[in-house]
T-cell receptor, first 119, second 112 residues
Framework: GAVVSQHPSWVICKSGTSVKIECRSL??????MFWYRQFPKQSLMLMAT?????????EQGVEKDKFLINHASLTLSTLTVTSAHPEDSSFYIC???????????????FGPGTRLTVL | ELKVEQNPLFLSMQEGKNYTIYCNYS?????LYWYRQDPGKSLESLFV?????AVKQEGRLMASLDTKARLSTLHITAAVHDLSATYFC????????????FGQGTRLTINP
């Protein structure tokens, strides 16, 4: 299957700083990327959907000014957690798909996740 | 609002036994996914079920989908320790968009 990478795999930062997480599709072009967050021992919650070259669509309750998403190319999406606070500590997982491959039937591939700890 | 519920949330079983995890969802959807997650890791895709009556099998795992009942099952046959993990089902919240709503997850522990 296709490979999606995330960088960094883990990050520890001080409260008030901003953190950028990268999501890359390594061997395919991702027209759409999704960002999820997962609290310990909980399920995944979709935060936003980003389509290459356009603004991200955020799910209800997700602050777009806090979680900045950029999908500038077909292989890279970034999530920036601005002015991070301890409650932002979580496991952030991205996924990617290429809508041009079999359209709505194209599979979604998940990255390995980034663990963010805000002190 | 689409809701996805798994049952049970925790399951401890012995090697060699069979068991089933259930996934109910609240509105119609054209596809259902099963994923495995190991501690500290991301998701591994197990099955994609695309139509009513679909059944897929891989090794000791078998998944089925009943769209009329809005129910999917993940059946484990003769469990082995390596299958210990958390299993999630997920459903598209918008047809074809693959914006997924996940169940709570079932934490499966298989004891020797």
């Amino acid at each position: 299957g296709a490979v999606v990478s995330q960088h960094p795999s883990w990050v520890i930062c001080k409260s008030g700083t901003s953190v950028k997480i990268e999501c890359r599709s390594l061997d395919f072009q991702a027209t759409t990327m999704f960002w999820y967050r997962q609290f310990p021992k909980q399920s995944l919650m979709l935060m936003a959907t980003s389509n290459e070259g356009s603004k991200a669509t955020y799910e209800q309750g997700v602050e777009k000014d806090k979680f900045l998403i950029n999908h500038a190319s077909l292989t890279l999406s970034t999530l920036t957690v601005t002015s991070a606070h301890p409650e932002d500590s979580s496991f952030y997982i991205c996924s990617a798909r290429d809508l041009r491959l079999a359209g709505a039937s194209s599979e979604q591939f998940f990255g390995p996740g980034t663990r963010l700890t805000v002190l | 609002e689409l809701k996805v519920e798994q049952n049970p949330l925790f399951l401890s079983m012995q090697e060699g036994k069979n068991y089933t995890i259930y996934c109910n969802y609240s509105t119609t959807s054209d596809r259902l996914y099963w994923y495995r997650q190991d501690p500290g890791k991301s998701l591994e895709s197990l099955f994609v079920l695309l139509s009513n009556g679909a059944v897929k099998q891989e090794g000791r795992l078998m998944a089925s989908l009943d769209t009329k009942a809005r129910l999917s099952t993940l059946h484990i046959t003769a469990a082995v320790h390596d299958l210990s993990a958390t299993y999630f089902c997920a459903v598209d919240m918008e047809k074809g968009a693959q914006k997924l709503v996940f169940g709570q997850g079932t934490r499966l522990t298989i004891n020797p």
